[in-house]
């Protein structure tokens, strides 16, 4: 059933005059006449009776209308309610992602979130994959922002994920490196360079890269392996190596150069909103969580 044409049928009883109606709902007595006529087809029986100018109730439009007064001033306070709840929607909230989510994707979407809910205090968190998904499961985060992980196995069964974006891989070097002539590399071409790899075994950079060059049987030689990719970028714009890293903004901002890998099978990256299954969330998590989903241009 339509509800604009409830609106209509609202309205007309109100008036009983098809032009004051019409006028009050700024719409032509044609469309507002279509749609009664279209209602009460719907229906099966007649909601107004002609007399003179005017159209008054039948007696089965009358009895209608108690129904449609009670259905629409039901929705308007729900509408007044979930609006009132938004409103007051505040607390704590706690986010943990990696790196790359940290840096350039989250931000701008917390920025945007706190516009509208200026009550909620989110407190976010820089980790690595399995980390994030650690604090999730363990109660420790309300939502987590990770890279792939294995959704299969069984200790991950509690969580629910969604897939929020994509970036293949890339290899960055400083400025003024002999590589920055180029566009584009193969593994071949990088034999002879240092490479500065994040440290930690679980880190799904260095991961992919390493599976990417064991397919290529390239053995890459590694000097430098700190701990998170912010030193990275730092000791490649130092000019102390090159790395392999997902191709996110921060790697696009003037002080580093990004060469595109030729290899035929790059790797690319998919990072997770996650959350706990069995978990309740606060008011705070749901509306972040909902917000982030509302903000993917298109599901990837």
């Excluded at 308007?76 to 607390?91: F, P, T, V, Y």
């Excluded at 920025?111 to 976010?124: E, M, R």
């Excluded at 008011?283 to 917000?291: M, T």
């Amino acid at each position: 059933m339509n509800w604009q044409h409830l609106v209509y049928f609202q309205s007309l009883a109100k008036t009983q005059n098809y032009a004051q109606a019409s006028k009050e709902l700024y719409i032509s007595p044609s469309t507002l006449s279509k749609a009664i006529t279209s209602l009460e087809e719907e229906l099966g029986f007649p909601l107004f009776l002609k007399s003179g100018r005017n159209s008054i109730l039948s007696e089965y439009g009358k009895e209608f209308k108690e129904y449609v007064d009670q259905s629409i001033t039901c929705i308007e306070h729900g509408i007044q309610n979930i609006h009132a709840k938004m409103n007051q929607i505040s607390g704590p909230l706690t986010i943990c992602g990696i790196y790359v989510l940290c840096s350039d994707y989250l931000p701008p979407i917390v920025k945007a979130f706190l516009s509208q809910y200026p009550n909620v205090n989110i407190t976010l968190e820089h980790q690595i994959s399995i980390h994030v998904i650690e604090r999730v499961l363990f109660g420790k985060s309300d939502l987590g922002f990770c890279a792939d992980f294995n959704f299969h196995d069984k200790k991950y069964s509690s969580l629910a994920y969604t897939r929020i974006k994509q970036d293949n891989l890339i290899f960055i070097t400083s400025l003024n490196h002999p590589l920055a002539a180029k566009t584009a590399v193969s593994l071949e071409q990088l034999k002879d360079e240092d490479f500065i790899l994040n440290g930690n075994p679980d880190t799904r950079n260095r991961i992919d890269f390493l599976n990417l060059c064991k397919e290529y049987q390239f053995t890459p030689k590694i000097t430098f392996e700190p701990a998170d990719d912010q030193s990275i970028i730092g000791m490649v714009y130092a000019g102390l190596g090159i790395s392999c890293m997902a191709n996110i903004p921060s790697v696009h901002r003037g002080n580093l150069h990004v060469l595109n890998i030729l290899e035929d099978h790059v790797p690319v990256q998919s990072y997770y909103m996650i959350w706990r299954k069995d978990a309740h969330l606060s008011l705070a998590a749901k509306a972040f969580k909902d917000y982030v989903l509302s903000s993917l241009d298109t599901p990837v």
